[in-house]
Structures are given as C-alpha cells and as structure tokens.
C-alpha cells in the first residue's frame, strides 16, 4: 500500500494521469496534503474528518455540461478536527492552492465519534474504579474485568451534561469466554466516558438491579453449532459465473452500464454517493438524479425508562456509515464477477487510511424482465433482466445495515436496504415483565423495541434541475353509483397534488391512497401522454416517528416527523440532522426544521429541488431475530413514469422469442436460452 | 406421451407404483376414468372441468397424523359440465368405485370460459355481418378481416342479459401485419357472444366513435429492434450452474428442502396450491399452514364510460390460473438446475391434456443471510442464504402474472407476483381527453387505469389447527412527555387486537401503524419470550378496492372490500368469490360475504381458521409500460414470529467465519468462500 501511494503520487505530481473527476473522493495523497496544511499552520489537532467539500453545485452543472470548455472546479478539503482544549474546528483547504481558505473554531458542537473515539472507551471502563464496583455488584468478579466489554455510543443528548463536553454512553456487557457473544450478557448500568479527561465521570444506575445473565452462552460460531448437531450437509453450490467478464466499464469512477452512466462517489458520513445519474435515450444522455444518498437515519427505541431514551443512534451523523463500512470479501458478501472500490479517510494523527474492497460493484440475473405469450398461437417473447448493483456494508456496533443501489434496465433505481447483525439487548430479571417495550429473546435478555428510519436524500435533474414534486393519490371518481359522471360506480383516478412552496410539501404516507410522490420537470412533456416527464417515488415502508412531538428525538431528528420534505436546493444542506450531530438539544431542531422554518413559504414549483425521503421499518424483536438476526430487506423504488416514450429496454436481447409467422413459416425464431441450465434429471437444455 | 400415459395406467392398474398421494392432482388417467363414468351415464356432454375434490380436512389431518394406520381419503373427482341445452352440471365421481356419488343440474351460474370456449369467439367476429360493418366503419375494409382479432371476455356481468345465457365479451383489435401487436389498434366497439348459439347477438357502439389507428405499429419482435437499431451487445452472460445438482429431494409431488416439507399441488383455478407445509425443528416436523393458494383475483378498470364498467376480470375464477398457465422453457424462465411438473386438464370433449412444464421448482443464491463484524477484533461471519422457488406463469390474454412462492431459510415465506405482459387498451381519437381514467401511452392508445387485486387463501396450521388470528399496530406508548409514565415521550409498542368473530375480523390496511396481522397458536407460547407461537402476514401493497361500495365490481368481488377477512375452517369455502364466477349479478354477493352474512359472530378463537388477504396494486399507465410492460413486482411475507427459540439458520454453513481466539491464534478459521467468483480485473478470490 506505501508503494502505491507513493506511486499515486509521484503520477499524480508529474502529470502522468488524469486530474480526479471532481466529484471523486479525496485520494489518500489529497487527505495527507491537506492534514500536512493543516499541520503546518495549525499545530497539532486531532483529525476528525477530511473529505471532499462537494463542488458547488453551478459550477459543478457548467462544468459537467461542457467539461472541456468550462472550468474544472477545484479539489477543496472540508476538514473537522479538535484543537488541543477540546475546541472543534472546521477548515477548508484549497489543495491546489494549498491554502487555508476557511478557518473556524467553534463551540457547543460535537462533530462524529470515530472509530478510534469507540475502541478507547472499553479500555477506560474496565480500569475504572466506580465501573469495577457495579461489575461486583453485578456479579462479576473484579478479576473478570477483560470479560467486560462496552459498545460506547455517542451520549445522544442529556441534559444534566450538555453539549459542550464530548461524551459517551457505554452500553456495558459480559462475556464469560472471549468468544461468546456478550449481547447475551448485558449489564444493567450505563458508564458516561468523558472523551476530554479520558475518564468516567458518572454511572447511571437503575433502580431495580439486575445481575449479569446466568444463562447458558447463545452463540452463533462453529464450535456452538457443532456442538449443537454440526452444520447442514444439504447445500449443494450454485455457481455463478460470467466467463466473459461483466457488462459494464468502469473510467475512474463512473460506471457505465446498460445505457445508465453514474458518478460513484463515498463519504465518511452517508457511505456512497451517486452523483450525475444519466440514461442514454436512443443516443440522448438525459440527466435524472444530480445526487442520490443515504444521508441520515436515526434509530429510536421505545422503553420509556431511563436512561433508555438516549438508544435513538444516528448511525450516519454520529458515527459515519463510511467510517463504519466493512472491507468486503469476493464469493462471501457478493458473488459473480465483481470490481471493488476502496475509502480512503483520515485517522486522528493526520494520516491517511485505506478500507479495501469498501463498495462492491457487480451484476446479478434479475430474472423475467417481460414476457407475453399470444394465447392464439403460442408465438412468444421471454426476456430476461439483468441488474447493476452498488453496495457497502456497514457495522454500527452492534447492526449491521447492508446498502443497496440497483439499476434496472427498465430505467428503476431501487435502494435495497438488508438489516442483520445483532439486536442491541438489555439485561431483565427472571419473571420481570417488559411492560410490551422490548420482548425477551433469550432468557434474561430483553431486546427493546425500535425503529430504523433512514433519510433517503433526493437531488432530481428529471431533463434538468428545474424539477416540481407532485403528490400522487390513488382516488375513487367523484359520483356515487348511479350519478351521471360515476353511474357504474367504478371511476377511478391519480390525483395529483403540486407542493409550491416548502411547508406544502410536508407530508406523510398514505396506505389507503397507496400513495406516491412524482419528481416531474414540467417544462417537457412526454410526447405521447403529454404528461410531464417523471421519476416516480414508490415507498411501502414507511412508519411515521412513534417517539412523540416534543420527545427528545422528536426535537433531533426532525427529518423524521414526516415521510417527505422538499426544499429549494442550497448547496449546504446535505445532512438532515445537520452536520454535527453528537449531542445536539433539539433546541433548536438542526437540519431539515430550520431549513423548512428560516422560509417555509419558500417557492419549490419548477426550481431545484431536493427530496427529502424518510422509510424504514418498527421493529418488535421476537427470539429468531437472536442470537444474529437473519437479514430482514426493505426496499424502494424511483420508476419512470412518463419520461420515456415506450419501454426503454426493448433492445435487451431475448431468451426465445416467435412471431405468429415465424411458427407459421416454422423459422426465424430467436433461441438463445441459456444452455447451462439443466433438469434436476440431469438432462440438458430443451425447448 | 400417449405410451407414457398407458404405462402409468399399467403401472397403476397393477399396484406397481404407490397409490397417489391425496392431495395430488387427477392424474391423466384418472382424468379420462372420470370422463368415461359421465359419458357412460349421461351421454355426451361438455366437459368444464375435472379436477380432485380435495380430501375432507378432518380426515386429511386423520391421515396426515398416521398414514400407516389412518384410513387412506378417497380419490374423488370434481366434475364441471355443460349438457345440451346449456344447463350446467356439477358431479363427484368416486374414482374407486367408479361411481358417481353426486349429480346435480344447476341453472342460472355460468361455469369459467375455458381456452377452448374462449379461441372459438375470434372466428365468429370475424365472420358476423354486424361486426362487419363495424369493422369498416371503423376504417378497415371488409376485406381485411384476418386482421381483426378479439380478446374475448366472459361479460362480467351486464343487467342487460343477466346470467342465464353463456356469454362474452369480444374486446377488438386489429393487426395491420400478422406479426404486429393488435394491442396499438384496439377499436371502439365490443360484441356480446352467445356460447350456447355461437353467434353475435348484440354489438355495444359508443357514441363517440374512434375510427382504427393511423399511427404506425408499435412491435417489440426482433425485426423491429432489429429496424431501430438493433439489440444491445453488451450483455455479458452470466452463468448459473449447480454442478453437484440440487439442494431439495422430490418425492411424488412431497418436495423437502431445507427443514422444509410441502405437497405442490396444481388446479386449474388457483393454479399452485401448496399443502401441509411443515418445518423440520431440529427433529420435530412443525405444522406452519395446512393450505396456500392464491384463490382469486380482479382487476377492475376505472373508466366510468359504458361498457368498461364491464372490464373487472377475475382472472382465476372466471378463466382459471390453471388453464391458462405456461409450459416453461428452462434457462428462460427460470435458470440453474430445474425440476418440473406438468399439469393435466380435460378437455371439452373429455379428453386429458397435458400441459408440460407447468410448475417450475428451482433454487437461487439469495445474497446474505447474516453478518455480523466485531468492530473490535474483526471478528466476522458471513452466511449467504438460499432459497427455494415453487412457480407458474398464466397469461391472461394480455397480461402475463408470474407466480413465486418462495421459501427462505429463516423460516419465512413469500410470495411474489410479476406483472408483465400487455396492458389493456382502448381506442382514442386525436387530441381527446382521457379525463384521467387513463394514459395515451401510444398515439390512439388509451391504456386505463386499473387495479390488479389478488385474494391470498391462508389456512394457518400453526403448531395445530386451533389457531387465533391478531391484527397488530405500531402505536406510541400512553402518556405525553413529561408524563410519569412516558417521561421522555419516546415508548411505543406493538397493540395486539384479537379478533374473536368473523366480523371483527373484517379489517382494512393501516400505513400509519405498519399494520400486521399475526397468526397465532394461543396454546403454545415461546419458551423465551413466553408469547404465542405465530406466523405474520406482512404486506406493504394493500390498496384499497377503489370502486365504491354498491358497484358492480364491489358486489361481485366481495373478498376485495376488506384487506382482511377471517372465517372458520369449512370444507366448501375454497374460493372467495364462489364456485361459479362468470356473470354473477353480485346480488347477493358470492363467496366470503356470504359466509360472513351467514353467522357474523361466529367464533375464530382457538379454533381452525382462515385468512383471507387481498392485496395487489393499482396501475396508472404510462409509456414506459408499452408495447411490453416491464415486470412489476409486488411481494409479502409470512415471517416466523415467537415460532423458533431462536434464529432457525443458525446452521447454515457459512462462507467466511472468524472468531477473535481464532484471529489471535491464527488458526481455525472458516473460509469457505465461493471458489468461482472473480474480480473484474480477472485476478482470483482472494480473503
């Protein structure tokens, strides 16, 4: 890896390779420039982050419309860091420059725990005196304190400490062997680390004790299984195979694919980023999203008792789904034919890191794509679909959330989110009963109930940035039956309703009208149903926030009080719980509620517009979610709807297919089954 | 097949093959026996159908239990004719002792049109003087009728010739070229024909009238991709093989995979039904659900317009899911390594058919089952997950529905349905106003808006038949903030509401709640969470029926006014909609409505129960769906809740594991990741 950096470099230096796109994450070369000029001015600092600040958006549209002409915009550093006394400060570095062209320090703020901020916290907590004590108490011999382990989260927010010193919540457990999982041993007290002393400075303990679990280990590793009757022996293999490599170039990091072009883009925060998401049309390279990303989530849960109302993690803003992502394995987390990207970030020295294999890029059979047979004569097509997926996988401590961006060939975008790791548990009493928040699991291990809400961040460019977003309700005709304009009864319509302005556009799911939101550039009509071109958003999961107005999450995370809002685009607002989240108040809501009330009547109708989406599921844990949790899939869709004047993947070429006169004349027809598959038989392929 | 077929009659005349199983379909042989016991008692008739009258249920369960000793149920034939002079026939043919055991004369119910009633209309039109005329004032010279073809429709239901004479409804097209789709020149008007005279004997014209379309065609056979540009090229195979065959044993029509165990029946109404689905719980055979069928469907359209009042097809009850599905192509329909079944029908004249490749069943790689990562150590494990997919694909005329029941390892099952195929078109003149009760979505071709809604049959066997049914809703906890009993505001939980009656259980989807509905065994409570054994419904795509109350689509499709309705188990309540769907009047309405009205308090508490789901979605077309509509899918799941004392897949092999001795220790590791994948650069698999 020193070599290749060394060599990236030294070509960089000399020329010998192309600028970086400009929306390409800083390279490793990037991150140590900008840390060295940080270094250089500034002292030493703990490094936070340093990642690309996005092109400005005008710049970025002038430059992509006409790259060889316009101005390349420059490649700038956002830095967060925490000068020697706790203060945070952000700076902006110009790296062509090399200059400091934003400099700021600031107070009251907190920016991200890192994952550097997450392994000290286990070693303080198993030397602190006051930690030792309730590890006794809890039955815990003092001798036991290496089985003592810690998922430390951000504190959330509390108020009896603030949001001027950075702290966390060590959500504390047992293990009686190294290799047992220790989410079957929770414990009942909860250490708050104070990130500045490097010490606890309080514990918070219940009033109704509960000592560590003497059940019986439950894991999931092969000495358990074995132990337990070994594994199956019944799965034979399914290989998949693509011995002439895969449909898609890759040019540094734009993927080119069954006539979908996209920028793949990675932060530290939101994980991927899809930037310039276009469709060639026949020859035309029309644009439809100028960013897509998954840029917020915040994960509720619903015991009421303290100090439980701080487990609502913002597993994007506090932590980072990039930070957090997984290294990926070939034939493990993706199978087939696959091209990795690695994420190259900052560590608190100012050095750069590397996750390898970070974005896994490949394709997959996506079954019948259409099909119709004529009942007449049998003449038939049968085509098969193919899908481009984009993923990473991310750890928040105790959850794993693997992310999914399809393309299909039909022109849908689906964001496939799978959730699966290990529920976060809480210790119970035999016999104590959960009062209906959280459901025991194993015995003595209670599993809150919690929702996932994930913010899905919208920047349309439907044929063009001047997009209007459009609530679509499915609606019985006006007319009862026997009425002149309804006398059958059975009239039905999409009603569409135009958010104009910001406060408008604040809305929330509605089953009963199945409905959905259109992304429409109203200045250009389909040619055929003169409707204006659109992307369809198509979202089935969506819970509301059951935490209530008011409620510490309520106040945090106000991108999820409704399923949709829509601004007027603002090059800074990307992160819809602002962009520090660690122990912010609520007070005031950061994110989406300023932006939303600095100008609630602000005009969204045929302007830049982004939508903000927020989904996800409740989850009421029952015992087969333990002791790992088989992954449970949600999932939406961005359809076309009306942007393109037929189906747009009629070219895919089909398995088989006859025309009435091809079985008449008895030949032409198309045969191109797979002629790998078999009958379980054995025999070969057939018609 | 003719030998085939005498050899299983051999085989079985002379005990050499087992007895079939009960729950399996007729076989051909029995088919033909049945026929030959009517013909030789009533003479010649026509014959609808004959298919197995399933065992009685308690004396199925009487056998299930011990097959040994328990008596062995009855093969019984069901039997659907029309005699001469129209009248139609309903028998039960005891095929043992080849005795008819029922016969009964019906008038006034109109058995399914089957493909053969339904091929016999388009040489009438074409033939009919009326329709004629009608024809070239639509525009097309006399003649040219070779190139006019009709979709024909059983009538639904029209007050106008109530349900006493056998009728359709020829819905017109025309094909400029044999090869066209006759789909982009609907015309104006529809013919009534009369099965019983085989002739036309009423014409509905509208008074607006549309002349045939002058655009040009809109195919999507090869010699037009070929003409506008060609197929794509860059379409890299992608190859699914099982060199060691496949995971699922089969024996008869029992097929076990994976702790699963199920009966896949066929019949040519609901097409799969799946029986005695069991799960093999680490040595105890689990009962989950006695029968699954998707036991019917509607697909009202919403243009108030006469006679499109008239469009809402049942496509099973009044068709057949069965008769009109697909002989499957391997490595077309499905890919891998894949076992069939065939389907037998009779024919009008008595005669057994086969339809070859009816059923599809086949295995995919269903991407991660879980992961977990140890953010302290690294310590992973990886489990990729499998699943089993029991299919068939009907096409109903235009449409094609593609049917997937699939289990998972998790214990869950799902069914997923693919919308493909054509939509459904009307003619329109230039620059007309679709009012909104559809889309231009070609030039003259006005596609309406339309719901496509099935009824999903559960009969829950939950750890035994007596089973409860609960409907369950995410809810905010009692208490404002600040409250004593929800101080911080942030409790929620899952409110469980039983339904005791029939009529409780009448219930609608709610977004809002994230509404579920669990089936439960009260008997049998968890042994961790000490809550019911269960089985959750959960489905996301639950419009409601959008005609009103009191039209002809909500009187005849009473199953479809409620998401969910729960009956007590009665051996004759099989199909929601009645025995006989074409041209019921609605009054009164047929299937659950009727045994709902029968005893609406009836009881549903601890006893065999089923639930009736309606689901689907509604369509509002758009030029992406033409000439060929890309797939839709829609899916739900029914997931084990409090069923497992923990994760079921705990013992799938998985393909990467580690534990943190194992990382200290260097050793022990398990890496058994896909040897075939690739990375795109064309190196090998690497960890």
């Known amino acids: ?70 101005k390349r915009p420059k490649r700038v550093a956002d830095v967060v860091g925490i000068v020697p006394g706790g203060k945070v400060f952000e700076a902006l570095i110009d790296l062509e420059e090399k200059t400091i062209t934003k400099y700021e320090e600031l107070a009251g703020v907190q920016p991200l725990i890192t994952m550097e901020d997450l392994q000290i916290v286990e070693h303080v907590v198993r030397k602190d005196a006051k930690v030792i004590e309730q590890c006794v108490l809890s039955g815990i011999p003092a001798s036991d304190m290496d089985k003592v382990y810690c998922d430390p989260w951000t504190i959330g927010y509390d108020h009896r400490f603030g949001s001027d010193v950075r702290l966390q919540q060590a959500l504390m457990y047992y293990r009686p062997h190294m290799d047992d ?12 680390f104070d990130a500045g002393k490097q010490e606890i400075i309080h514990i918070d303990i219940p009033e109704v004790r509960r000592p560590v679990n003497k059940a019986k280990p439950n894991n999931y590793h092969p000495a358990t299984i074995e132990k337990e009757g070994g594994y199956r022996k019944d799965i034979k293999p399914i290989n998949i195979t693509q011995p002439d490599g895969v449909s ?70 506090e ?29 608190r020295a100012g050095e750069s890191t590397t996750i390898k294999n970070a974005i896994c890029i490949h394709e997959e059979d996506a079954g019948i794509l259409f099909k119709h047979t004529d009942f007449r004569d049998d003449s038939v097509i049968v085509t098969r679909g193919r899908k481009l997926i984009i993923s990473h996988i991310f750890t928040a401590a105790n959850y794993e959330y693997c992310v999914y961006w ?19 548990t809480y210790s119970m009493n035999a016999g104590e009963d959960t009062k209906g928040w959280g459901t025991e699991v194993y015995p003595g291990v209670n599993a809150h109930n919690h929702q996932h809400l994930f913010c899905l961040r919208i920047d349309p460019n439907i044929d063009g940035p001047n997009n209007t977003v459009f609530q679509v309700d499915a609606l019985p005709g006006a007319g009862e039956v026997g009425s002149a304009e309804n006398p059958y009864g059975n009239a039905f319509y999409a009603k569409k309703t135009k958010y104009s302005t910001v406060e408008e556009s604040l809305s929330d799911y509605d089953g009963a009208t199945s409905r959905t939101w259109e992304m429409s550039n109203t ?8 409707k204006p071109v659109s992307y369809k958003l198509v979202s089935r999961e969506v819970p509301g926030l059951l935490p209530k107005p008011g409620s510490l999450v309520w106040k945090r995370a106000g991108f999820a009080r409704h399923a949709v809002h829509v601004t007027k685009y603002h090059d800074e607002q990307i992160l819809p719980a602002g962009r520090h989240v660690p122990q912010t108040s609520g007070e005031p809501s950061r994110g989406i509620p300023e932006w939303v009330t600095s100008n609630p009547s602000e005009g969204i109708d045929n302007t830049d517009v982004v939508l903000w989406h927020t989904f996800g599921i409740t989850h009421f844990p029952s015992p087969e979610d333990f002791p790992i949790m088989p992954a449970e899939p949600m999932t939406l869709l961005l359809r076309p709807r009306n942007f393109f004047s037929k189906n747009p993947a009629l070219d895919v070429p089909p398995s088989y297919c006859s025309t009435p006169s091809q079985i008449l004349g008895g030949k032409g027809v198309v045969d191109a089954t797979d002629r790998e598959s078999k009958l379980v038989s054995g025999k070969a392929c057939c018609k």
Chains 1, 2 share one sequence.
């Not at 999982?181 to 007290?189: I, K």
């Not at 980072?320 to 690695?342: E, F, P």
């Not at 200045?523 to 003169?530: A, C, R, T, V």
Request: charged share 20%.
């Open 248 to 317: 898609f170039t890759v040019e540094g990091r734009v993927i080119n694919w069954q006539n979908w072009k996209v920028h793949v883009g990675f932060n530290y925060k939101e994980g991927i980023v899809l930037n310039n998401i276009t469709y060639n049309d026949k020859g035309t390279e029309r644009p439809i999203f100028y960013r897509l990303s998954l840029a917020e989530m915040v994960v509720p849960y619903g015991n009421p008792e303290h100090p439980h109302q701080r487990k609502h993690a913002f597993d994007l803003g």
């Open 1 to 70: 890896m020193a070599l290749d950096r060394l060599k990236s470099v030294a070509s960089h230096l000399t020329g010998t390779v192309a600028p970086p796109h400009p929306f390409d994450p800083l390279s490793n070369a990037e991150i140590e420039s900008a840390a060295q000029i940080i270094r250089t001015a500034k002292g030493k600092v703990a490094y936070n982050a340093i990642t690309l600040w996005e092109p400005r958006k005008q710049e970025m549209m002038s430059w992509l419309a006409d790259p060889e002409q316009a």
């Open 319 to 347: 932590y980072g789904g990039g930070y957090m992502t997984n290294s990926l394995a070939l034939g493990c987390d993706c199978k087939g034919a696959i091209h990795y990207m690695d994420a190259a970030f900052v560590n």
């Open 523 to 530: 200045n250009k009509l389909n040619p055929y149903s003169h």
């Open 181 to 192: 999982s220790q989410y079957s041993f929770p414990l009942d007290f909860c250490p708050i």
């Open 406 to 424: 399809i393309f299909h060939q039909d022109g849908a975008v689906q964001l496939e989110i799978k959730l699966t790791g290990i529920l976060n």
